[in-house]
């Protein structure tokens, strides 16, 4: 299997002469066989090919974003990390992402969303793996009464608002989110750096305020650093009409945050915020900055690892690098030699 893979995937990079890499062509994998697209819409007519149960490969370059995903195939780009994709471009897919009735089992891993990426109304899509992704839009999950079940989102990088309206039973685990968490039931919310400021009004109740959690019900949050810096930090809210939840664990920069009617162990308070990660000065993402904790051995989430993305199970892989072969480098030939041959020297790293 590897070796199909490899293969499909040096294609993708050697198939241009006049480039290091064709961006516009996309493989598909269907029952052992390989078929390459090109043309002006590579991936929307790769998706239209597949079938449940099918991989499509996306090589770096940007990609139009099929009408909508009602397919559970495996989804596969090179990354989102300018350091890790500097041989191959980053992987982007513009334009709003739709996902249907029909996508169950469905998987993207090493892909920049441009925009937003909606799980359509009141439809139950089961199954779903969201993996070392950028969305630079919100990631919504609209409806109530068809709830969306057994998702993973895990080590992305979300830059809007998370709505998780129609999903339960789920997990989003070492991930840096910068908008707020909203709404969702019985969720597993782990090892995330959640970067929400919000504006911070003073109430009664902490019932105008806006809390990093908003409406998550009978859910577990544990073991997240809170980048929040706002004004009023000593009693700024964590949460906001959540309840039934437990919080534990978590690094915050209030003094005496209000958790509501929620179970509340182990947080730790009060710290400044300059102080949790090496180098985030502020709430706003940048591949630039370095979220490691600079005391991974003081602040300790409930499995005994350090708190924050690089704690839990499996933590956050540094340049969220796919789990496909990784092109991390690239020799090209500007020209064939006399035996009409292009010299090509790539080194590809299994994940």
Request: hydrophobic fraction near 35%; proline fraction near 4%; glycine fraction near 10%.
């Amino acid at each position: 299997m590897f070796k199909k893979i490899l293969s499909s995937v040096l294609f993708l990079a050697i198939a241009g002469t006049s480039a290091i890499f064709a961006q516009s062509r996309v493989a598909l994998h269907h029952e052992g066989q390989v078929t390459i697209f090109g043309g002006a819409a590579p991936f929307a007519d790769a998706y239209n090919a597949a079938v449940s149960g099918d991989t499509i490969y996306l090589p770096g370059g940007s990609f139009a974003a099929p009408a909508a995903i009602a397919k559970g195939i495996a989804i596969y780009g090179a990354g989102h990390y300018p350091d890790s994709t500097a041989v191959t471009l980053p992987t982007s897919v513009t334009g709003s992402v739709l996902i249907s009735e029909g996508a169950d089992n469905l998987r993207f891993e090493g892909i920049l969303f441009t925009g937003e990426f909606t799980f359509i109304y009141n439809q139950k899509v089961d199954n779903v793996v969201i993996s070392r992704c950028r969305i630079n839009g919100n990631l919504t999950y609209n409806g109530t009464i068809a709830p969306c079940e057994n998702h993973q989102i895990s080590q992305c990088v979300i830059i809007g608002t998370v709505y998780f309206n129609n999903l339960q039973g789920s997990t989003i685990t070492n991930c840096i989110i910068q908008g707020q968490i909203q709404n969702g039931n019985s969720l597993v919310i782990s090892n995330n750096v959640v970067m929400f400021d919000g504006t911070y009004t003073p109430c009664q109740g902490c019932n105008e305020c806006n809390g990093s959690y908003y409406n998550i019900k009978n859910s577990t949050v544990i073991n997240n650093v809170h980048l929040r810096r706002a004004s009023a930090v000593s009693t700024a809210c964590i949460q906001r009409d959540c309840a039934g939840s437990t919080f534990s664990n978590n690094l915050i920069v209030a003094a005496s945050p209000n958790f509501g009617d929620n179970t509340v162990s182990g947080n730790y308070l009060n710290v400044v915020a300059n102080d949790m990660c090496v180098n985030a000065p502020d709430n706003v993402f940048d591949y630039t900055k370095d979220y490691h904790l600079q005391d991974p051995e003081t602040y300790l989430g409930t499995d005994g690892t350090q708190v924050g993305i690089y704690g839990g199970a499996l933590g956050y892989k540094p340049g969220a690098v796919p789990s496909n072969p990784h092109f991390s480098s690239a020799t090209v030939a500007p020209t064939t030699n006399e035996e009409g041959k292009l010299n090509v020297n790539i080194k590809v790293i299994a994940q």
